[in-house]
C-alpha cells in the first residue's frame, strides 16, 4: 500500500556521510517537530535526477527554506558512498542532505518502489517529493514513471 497524505512516516534508519563519515539518521529523528522536503530519485547519477531533479532544489534551495522548511532531503535507493559521491559532484553543500535507503527499506515501507529489474537498475524508488511536518505528510507528490513534473521544486513550492 503507498503512503497518503495524512500517514505517519515510518520508522527507518537510513544512512547520510557527514565529514566524521557514515551516520546512521533514523526517519524518527529527521522528521520529529521539523518541516522537511523529501524528494526521491530513481538513482544518482541518472541523466533526469542530475540534470534536473537535484539541480532544481539546489536552485530554490534558498526560497523553499524562506518558507519555513527546516530541512531538504533527497533520498535514493543507492549505498550512502554514491549518494554521497552524488552530492559532492552536484556542489549541494549543506542545501541537501543526501540521504542513502540502500536496502530499500524505507521505499519499500512506503510502498513507492519502482521496478527497474531486466534494466540493469534493480528495485529502485519512484520519483516523488513530499512535504512532512513532524512526521506527518502534509503533500506527497509522484510523478508515475518516466516522467519528471510534479515532484520538481517549482512544484513542491506552490505547495508551501
Ligand atoms: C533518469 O534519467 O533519471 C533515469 C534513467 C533511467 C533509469 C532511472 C532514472
Known sequence: MTIQVGDKIPSVNLLTMTADGRQTV???ELFKGK???LFAVPGAFTPTC???HLP????YADEIKARGVNTIAC???NDVFVMDAWGKNQNVGDKIMMLADGDGEFTKALGLELDLRGKGLGVRS????MIVEDGVV???QIDPPKTFEISKAEAVLERL
Open 26 to 28: 533514523s526517519t524518527d
Open 35 to 37: 518541516k522537511v522536503v
Open 50 to 52: 542530475s540534470e534536473q
Open 56 to 59: 532544481g532544489f539546489i536552485t
Open 75 to 77: 533520498i535514493a535507493v
Open 126 to 129: 519512484q520519483r516523488y517529493a
Open 138 to 140: 502534509k503533500s506527497l
